[in-house]
């Protein structure tokens, strides 16, 4: 990495050795900062999308269905499944709130299989049963059960061969990360017992290590891991720690676990570990909120990057409280309920985000690319939220306790950057991430979108939704019934993943809830 220099509070000057960290030639780098500054303001922020590698976008039609689904680049096709409502190979049917997703792994030959697991985040609704991976079976007052699952997916040469409920009786799992055994952590995004009562169930808030095929299946809450408004996670091959982001407005920390048990085999994380949260160097309770204040306690441009190190959450089981977040040239000090191991880290010093949320390992470049979906909210400024910021965090590897988070993107519209929610590397470092702030209208029509990040992180329309479903679709796809028809182009979308190899990228529309095989060109851009 490019030698920084350090200020006594911690800050790692940006600007080009931001640039360079993304590892670009110099000559090169120079033409990107230039056509860049047409896009930005005097802080880097993004003001208006920039023009996409793969060129423009327009309705393509869906090979399943014949529907124009999609607003796609020239030369890319897709394929639909997993529609809400249909019929699974178990016998069950597909839940609806399609959220976080990733394909665990690839089998057959020359990898032509992929497993897929996705989460439905939901609260009430029909219980996803599958023995001994069901963590909670109890009922509200009006017989609802829990609808939170996990279902498995296998798809082979771009066809759907099986699908099956693999967990649940959980609340609101919405993301999660693959691990280094190829299961997939899901993760409840919730602070309370239960968010409809009355109920008397057991705690909810942890995460789940969940295996492909429901044979398998053992919901065993991960209690170490802490319990918090969980968003997702993501492993460092190296060490085996895994990264942990919480979805909380104002009150989120950016946590690691260090499993105790190291062995990377289903069912090691249920023998415990260390919850750590990331702590700037030389400054107590950095606010990492907005591009506003002081250096040392909030950001002041894009490129700005931060030592890291790492502080003990004692109990990750604590229960939530309000908490009053007071601290030096701190622009949000309301009191807000806030998961107890939050409190704790903060306490000892901990920095904080706006809304921590997607989290992807990039292996070709050793670091990890994390959105904060609010990021520009410092609780002054657009009714409640910023419109989003990109990190990245590298870990050092002289000393595995040590790291530098960077901001590398941000935006300032909702055209430039609608709020990032799920995020992902192609297997050959590109970044993409999913809309997920209010519809937008921009120069392709209204439609929330997938966003490519450029190598100077500006960020440009990949993809854009054209779901919308009427009666008559409805009836000559054979899906009646399974949900309204209705225009669903504001929907977010979530779970965008690519198969190992790099040709398919999958993605799903969290409502009315359809998983999306993108396939085409990726050479012609920087995510292939």
């Not at 209204?446 to 100077?456: F, Y």
């Amino acid at each position: 990495m490019h030698m920084m220099s350090t200020d006594r509070r911690g800050l790692l000057k940006g600007g080009a050795a931001a640039t360079a960290s993304l590892g670009l030639a110099a000559p090169f780098a120079a033409m990107m900062e230039s056509a860049a500054r047409a896009q930005t303001n005097g802080r880097g922020e993004q003001t208006a999308l920039v023009a996409s590698p793969y060129g423009p976008i327009r309705p393509v039609r869906d090979r399943t269905t014949g529907l124009f689904l999609l607003q796609l680049p020239r030369g890319f096709t897709y394929r639909t499944f997993h529609y809400r409502g249909d019929l699974m190979t178990d016998g069950q049917r597909v839940p609806a709130a399609h959220d976080g997703m990733a394909v665990v792994n690839m089998v057959g030959r020359g990898g032509s299989e992929a497993h897929l697991i996705l989460n439905h985040e939901m609260t009430n609704g029909t219980l996803i049963d599958v023995p001994n991976g069901v963590w909670d079976r109890s009922a509200n007052a009006n017989g609802q059960q829990l609808g939170g699952s996990c279902t498995a997916i296998k798809v082979r040469n771009g066809q759907l061969v099986s699908s099956a409920g693999v967990i649940g009786g959980l609340v609101r799992p919405c993301a999660g990360g693959r691990t280094l055994w190829n299961t997939w952590i899901t993760n409840e995004e919730t602070l309370s017992n239960f968010e409809a009562s009355p109920r008397n169930g057991k705690k909810h808030g942890y995460n789940f290590d969940v295996p492909v095929e429901p044979a398998l299946a053992n919901a065993t809450p991960l209690i170490a891991m802490g319990r918090f408004s969980h968003e997702a996670c993501a492993s460092d091959p190296t060490t085996g720690y895994i990264y942990e982001t919480e979805d909380a407005r104002n009150v989120a920390a950016f946590y690691r676990f260090k499993p105790n048990n190291m062995s990377r085999t289903y069912g090691s994380l249920a023998d415990g570990g260390t919850l750590q949260a990331a702590k700037v160097v030389g400054v107590e309770k950095a606010n990492l909120l907005a591009l506003r204040g002081p250096l040392g306690s909030t950001v002041e441009k894009v490129g700005d990057s931060f030592e890291i190190e790492w502080v003990t959450v004692p109990n990750p089981d604590a229960d939530p409280a309000n908490y009053a977040d007071v601290s030096a040239d701190n622009p949000d000090t309301a009191t807000r309920f806030a998961s107890g191991p939050y409190i704790q880290a903060r306490e000892a010093g901990a920095l904080r985000m706006s809304r921590g949320e997607g989290i992807w390992w990039d292996h070709t470049a050793q670091q990890f690319v994390i959105a904060d979906t609010s990021f520009g909210y410092d609780g002054t400024n657009r009714a409640g939220q910023g419109f989003g910021g990109i990190w990245t965090y590298k870990p050092s590897r002289a000393n595995p306790d040590r790291g530098t988070l960077t901001l590398i993107s941000s935006g300032n519209n909702i055209v430039a950057m609608n709020n990032p929610d799920n995020i992902t590397i192609s297997p050959k470092g590109g970044i993409l991430y999913c809309d997920d702030g209010d519809d937008v209208e921009d120069e392709f029509g209204i439609g929330q979108r997938l966003i490519g990040l450029r190598a100077d992180g500006l960020g440009y329309a990949f993809a854009k939704s054209n779901v919308i479903f009427s009666a008559a679709d409805l009836a000559r796809i054979g899906r009646t019934g399974q949900f309204e028809p209705g225009d669903y182009r504001g929907a977010e979308w979530a779970g965008a993943t690519w198969d190992w190899s790099g040709r398919v990228l999958y993605v799903n529309n969290y409502t009315p809830g359809i998983v999306f095989a993108i396939s085409g060109p990726w050479a012609l851009g920087n995510l292939g």
